[in-house]
């Protein structure tokens, strides 16, 4: 079964800590995506890559950075905390685009942060 | 900006159908989604149409695209509980087939018994 594993399901952390949150998949996909989601303001992207090294910013990149020295993995980092990004933080892949690739995006299980 | 709209709240009975619509921006789009999110989970992909298609059946899911008003709706057939979740219409960035999606705020759907 093909699948985006997120390491942390709940995390709780402080004001001003550095935060890592890990998102690794198994298909093999080009482009791996990091949202946020929040009551009301639904799905809202932060960074996106579309190959090894490479990263673009999304809608809001503020507060955060990302990684992705791993086809596979692809890592949200939030430099110091604050209680603004408290949230459900959800990474996704998806294949290089062109042929027959319905540009499907397949979503980990969500990985909620709590900053006090 | 872009923006794809539907509403945020349905509630139906057991056993009656639902009907979640969506207004999306792009005509270009080559397909647009349907996604489930159900309580405390990632978002799956229930089912999705290409551009070319008015209408896509899939057991109790219908899918109606109307590409003149730009307007995408999911049928429900026969609602059972475990629908309930929330229901997320998305199309590409750009009309291509990278993934990068633009979601809308997602509908919730909640099936009394």
């Known amino acids: 079964d093909v699948k985006v594993t997120q390491s942390s399901r709940y995390l709780v952390k402080r004001t001003g800590e550095k935060v890592f949150l890990e998102c690794v998949q198994d298909m093999d996909h080009e482009n791996m995506f990091w949202y946020r989601q929040d009551p009301g303001l639904g799905l809202r992207l932060i960074y996106f890559?579309?190959?090894?090294?490479?990263?673009e910013k999304g809608d809001i990149p503020e507060g955060y950075s990302v990684s992705r020295e791993k086809k596979e993995r692809f890592s949200l980092i939030l430099e110091s905390a604050s209680t603004n990004q408290t949230s459900m933080y959800l990474c996704a892949s998806s294949r290089a685009g062109g042929g027959t690739n319905t540009g499907e995006l397949f979503f980990g299980e969500g990985s909620r942060l709590t900053v006090l | 900006g872009e923006d794809v709209e539907q509403s945020l709240f349905l509630s139906v009975r057991e056993g009656d159908s639902s009907v979640i619509n969506c207004t999306y921006t792009d005509s270009s789009s080559t397909y647009l989604y349907w996604y489930k999110q159900e309580p405390g989970a990632g978002l799956q992909l229930l089912t999705y149409i290409f551009s070319n298609m008015d209408m896509k059946q899939d057991q109790r899911l219908t899918v109606l695209l109307n590409k003149k008003d730009k307007h995408l709706s999911l049928r429900i057939a026969d609602t059972q509980t475990g629908d309930s979740a929330i229901y997320f219409c998305a199309e590409p960035v750009w009309g291509g087939s990278q993934g990068n999606l633009i979601f809308g705020k997602g509908t919730k759907l909640s099936v009394k018994p």
């Open positions: 890559s579309y190959d090894v090294k490479m990263k």
